[in-house]
C-alpha cells in the first residue's frame, strides 16, 4: 500500500470554511497539496481557512459555489480546473442537516437534503471524473445513520444511505483511473449549543465510550487519499463503535 505523493497535487474540499472541511483542508495543505477552499455562504471562514493555509507556507485558493443547484458541482470543478490546470483529490465535506419529524417530512424536506447530500455529491463526482488526473480520489461523505437510521431525521439519513450506495457504485464505475471512498462519521462535532447532557448521553451509546474529534475524520480522509493507492469502495465508519453497539453493522 504505497503512500501517494502529495506534492504538487490539487485538492479540492467542499465546505471548508468550518468544522470538518477546515480541518481536512488544513491536513492536506499540511501535507503537501494546493487545496481549494470551497464554500456557500461562510466565504469569511472559507478565506480565514486559505490564509492559515498560507501563513503556515502552503497554497490555497477560494471558491464559491451552490452545490444544492444543478449546475453548482460543475461550475466549481471547472474553476478548481482552471485555476490549476489539474485535479488530484476531491473530498466532498460539505452537507445539509435538517431535524424532520415525520410531520413535516414532506416533499420540500426530503428535495431539499437530496438536492444538498445526494444530487450534489452525484454531480460534483460525475465532474470532477472529467478532470480528475490519472491516479485520482474522491472521497464522499455519508453518515453512521446512512445505514442505521435514527428517528426524526428520515430524508437526512436516506440521502446519506444514497451517498453510501453512490459511492460503490461511483468505485466501479470510474476504476482503475480513480478511487472513491466514503467516510461515514459519528458523533465528533456537536451542533453548536447542543446540550451537555446530550452529548454525555451520545458518548454513553458509543463503546469507546466518548464522541471523536475531527482529528479522527483527518486521519481517515489522509489514508484514503494519500495514504494507500489500493483502496477504493471502502465505507469506513468513523463512529466509536456505535455501528456495531447493537450487535451488528448491517
Known amino acids: 500500500m504505497p503512500p501517494v505523493d502529495p506534492i504538487g497535487r490539487v ?3 467542499t465546505g471548508a470554511g468550518k468544522r470538518l472541511g477546515r480541518a481536512i483542508a488544513l491536513d492536506l495543505a499540511a501535507a503537501g497539496c494546493r487545496v481549494v477552499v470551497h464554500y456557500r455562504s461562510s466565504e469569511a471562514e472559507a478565506r480565514d481557512t486559505a490564509a492559515t493555509i498560507a501563513a503556515a507556507g502552503g497554497e490555497a485558493s477560494v471558491l ?3 452545490l444544492a443547484t444543478p449546475t453548482g458541482p460543475g461550475e466549481l470543478v471547472a474553476a478548481a480546473c482552471a485555476l490549476y490546470g489539474r485535479l488530484d483529490v476531491v473530498v466532498g465535506c460539505a452537507a445539509v442537516f435538517r431535524r424532520t419529524p415525520w410531520a413535516e417530512a414532506d416533499l420540500a424536506a426530503w428535495q431539499y437534503h437530496m438536492d444538498g447530500n445526494l444530487t450534489a455529491a ?5 465532474a ?3 478532470c480528475l488526473e490519472d491516479g485520482g480520489s474522491i472521497v464522499t461523505f455519508g453518515d453512521w ?3 442505521r437510521p435514527y428517528r426524526d431525521f428520515l430524508p437526512y ?3 446519506k444511505a444514497g451517498v453510501i450506495a ?3 457504485a461511483l468505485a466501479q464505475e470510474l476504476a482503475p483511473r480513480i478511487r472513491v471512498n466514503c467516510v461515514c462519521p459519528g458523533t465528533v462535532l456537536p451542533p453548536d449549543g447542543a446540550p451537555d447532557a446530550k452529548v454525555a448521553a451520545i458518548a454513553a451509546q458509543t463503546p469507546l465510550g466518548r464522541i471523536g474529534s475531527p482529528a479522527d475524520i483527518v486521519a481517515a480522509v489522509r489514508f484514503l487519499t494519500l495514504g494507500s493507492d489500493f483502496t477504493t469502495g471502502v465505507i469506513l465508519p468513523v463512529d466509536g463503535g456505535r455501528l456495531i453497539a447493537n450487535g451488528t453493522l448491517y
Open 157 to 159: 439519513c436516506v440521502s
Open 122 to 126: 452525484y454531480l460534483l463526482a460525475r
Open 128 to 130: 470532477a471524473a472529467d
Open 64 to 66: 464559491q459555489a451552490d
Open 166 to 168: 453512490l459511492t460503490q
Open 145 to 147: 445513520s446512512g445505514v
Open 11 to 13: 485538492a479540492l474540499v
